[in-house]
């Protein structure tokens, strides 16, 4: 436990919160059940507080490093409160009526709830694997946890220290605390199985996405277009640049435009359907691609990106001026021989766009009006 303690600290200093609570969790029960090796030259009362304490401390920092981990409301006040009234109820049957098997059966039964309502907090929470197995064994733990109550409630019905002498040195006793060890190992690896998946889903996104706008980048957007190799896939790509970015870089400053490229990928993301796939490609260019839809309806979508972009004020993000865009449209054409060749023919018609006025949208060869849904033939490229 000391291990995996040490282990989840490390964790948390690479960026995840829960790990945290699960380090000081398990150092907090390794310390408890070192407590007779520690504080052997102490009281057995004081040795029973502490140790009582470090578990209660442990199962409630595990509940919220669950809680931690899915994003959930901590009810922290509630979860003290049943710590506190815990801790009281077990001095006193330590202190004013020493009394060993009510002592262990409110130390277990509080672990066990300290746990317990964390668990159904978040039990519809979990999507990755490592996930549902790492709830499923904190389930687990809870289940294991109210047996054992269950078998020494059956097993000393008169709660005399000979009953409970008897049975700690019986073959069940020894059988639950090998199994209570089981599920605290395997708890942990589930732990440390979820925090590596999380790592391993944070790098794969780093990689895949833009830093700056969060959505797709080149390598993130080749890796989730259909593969050509089989069929061409049905579909359109928009190709949108911003008007004049490098002036807006040069009078309003970097930080500026940095601002303007991320309003601008968020509303591409707002206006294209759930299933597109937004990707910055580099600099002031973004890409769409629409499965499943033709080039007609993609025009449409382009020319309510284009009139919304034209729309904002940027006044109070410290942008005078209007900003606009070009757009260039293109559907996926039978024959192409990968996303990229519909890509090209979008750019063409983007360049068009840009020779013509910019704020504009063309579909191959063909301009949208800016006043409503006609179409006109240009010059095709």
Not at 214 to 223: A, S
Not at 261 to 270: A, C, F, K, M, T
């Amino acid at each position: 436990m000391l291990t995996f303690g040490v282990v989840f600290l490390f964790l948390q200093r690479i960026g995840h919160a829960s790990a945290r609570y699960w380090g000081i969790g398990y150092l907090s029960a390794a310390f408890g059940f070192a407590t007779p090796l520690v504080l052997g030259g102490l009281p057995f009362e004081i040795q029973a507080i502490v140790s009582n304490l470090l578990f209660f401390s442990a199962f409630f920092l595990y509940g919220h490093a669950l809680l931690t981990h899915f994003g959930r409301p901590l009810y922290v006040r509630a979860r003290l409160s049943i710590v506190i009234a815990a801790v009281l109820l077990v001095s006193f049957h330590v202190f004013v009526t020493p009394d060993l098997k009510r002592e262990l059966v409110i130390g277990d039964l509080i672990c066990a709830l300290l746990l317990a309502i964390p668990v159904w907090v978040v039990r519809k929470r979990p999507v990755a694997l490592a996930d549902r197995l790492m709830v499923g064994i904190a389930c687990l733990v809870v289940m294991e946890t109210l047996v054992r109550i269950g078998m020494l409630l059956v097993m000393t019905p008169n709660g005399s220290m000979v009953e409970l002498s008897e049975f700690f040195e019986s073959d069940y006793a020894f059988y639950m605390q090998l199994a209570a060890s089981i599920f605290g190992f395997l708890l942990a690896l589930s732990v440390l199985a979820s925090q590596i998946s999380v790592t391993v889903d944070r790098h794969l996104h780093a990689a895949e996405h833009d830093p700056l706008t969060d959505v797709l980048n080149r390598r993130g957007f080749d890796r989730r277009v259909p593969d050509f190799r089989n069929d061409t896939p049905d579909g359109a790509i928009i190709t949108c640049d911003i008007d004049h970015f490098k002036r807006i870089n040069d009078v309003y400053g970097h930080a500026a435009g940095d601002i303007v490229l991320i309003g601008l990928s968020d509303l591409l993301r707002r206006h294209a359907p759930e299933n597109a796939l937004v990707a910055r490609f580099g600099g002031e260019e973004f890409v769409v691609f629409l499965p499943g839809q033709t080039a007609a309806v993609a025009s449409q979508l382009a020319n309510g990106m284009r009139t919304g972009l034209s729309s904002l004020d940027w006044r109070n993000r410290g942008v005078t001026s209007q900003i606009t865009a070009s757009f260039g449209v293109s559907a996926v054409a039978r024959g192409d021989h990968s996303i990229h060749d519909a890509i090209k023919r979008a750019d063409d018609s983007l360049y068009v766009a840009k020779r013509g006025g910019r704020d504009q949208v063309v579909l191959e060869g063909i301009r949208l009006s800016a006043e409503g849904p006609v179409l006109r033939v240009i010059t095709k490229v």
